[in-house]
């Protein structure tokens, strides 16, 4: 009876052997996304993953660049808010906005005219203390958002 025993189990140990299975490893990005699934425990970055960091960093630059050719003063601010900006600026901006934060109705929209001349001042005398929401919406639709607040 025991050699039996003895000799299903050798008989079952290349078995295990070969249909075991082997550790596999797991990445993911940061939006918790699988990007690699495999035998590597370095992983690999897919091309996608690549691109997807190459693009978001040029959006980051593109707002960086925007932000540098606006000037919003003083912050904070009391009674006028000043907004100016420059002429390759002027070419992008569609309309500049303000609501207050965690209220979704505007308090201020204004479209961007030529007679603006580059600038608007807000009067927000009337304004609640509190921090509110610059938004610069660009002309191929992108919006550009600041918080400012108000004493």
Same mark, same amino acid.
């Given at each position: 009876?025991?050699?039996? !025993?003895?000799?299903? %189990?050798?008989? %079952?140990?290349?078995?295990?052997?070969?249909?075991?299975q082997t550790q596999i490893y797991f990445n993911y990005d940061d939006a918790g996304n699988q990007r690699y699934r495999g035998d590597s425990s370095s992983g690999r970055q897919s091309d996608a993953t690549? @691109? @997807?960091?190459?693009?978001?960093?040029? @959006?980051?630059?593109e707002e960086e660049n925007f932000w540098a050719q606006i000037v919003v003063y003083p912050?904070?601010? !009391?009674?006028?808010?000043?907004?100016?900006w420059t002429t390759d600026a002027d070419v992008l901006i569609d309309t500049?906005?303000? +609501?207050?934060?965690g209220i979704l109705n505007w308090n201020f929209q204004q479209k961007n005219l030529p007679h603006?001349?580059?600038?608007? @001042?807000?009067?927000m005398?009337?304004? +609640?203390?509190?921090? +509110?929401?610059?938004?610069?919406?660009?002309?191929n639709g992108r919006t550009y958002t600041k918080n400012i607040i108000k004493q």
């Open positions: 009876m025991m050699r039996i !025993k003895i000799f299903a %189990l050798v008989l %079952l140990m290349p078995c295990i052997f070969v249909f075991s690549t @691109q @997807q960091t190459t693009a978001v960093s040029s @959006q980051q630059n912050v904070p601010v !009391k009674d006028i808010l000043t907004l100016q500049v906005s303000m +609501y207050q934060y603006l001349n580059r600038q608007i @001042q807000i009067s005398a009337g304004y +609640y203390r509190g921090i +509110y929401v610059l938004a610069f919406t660009l002309k």
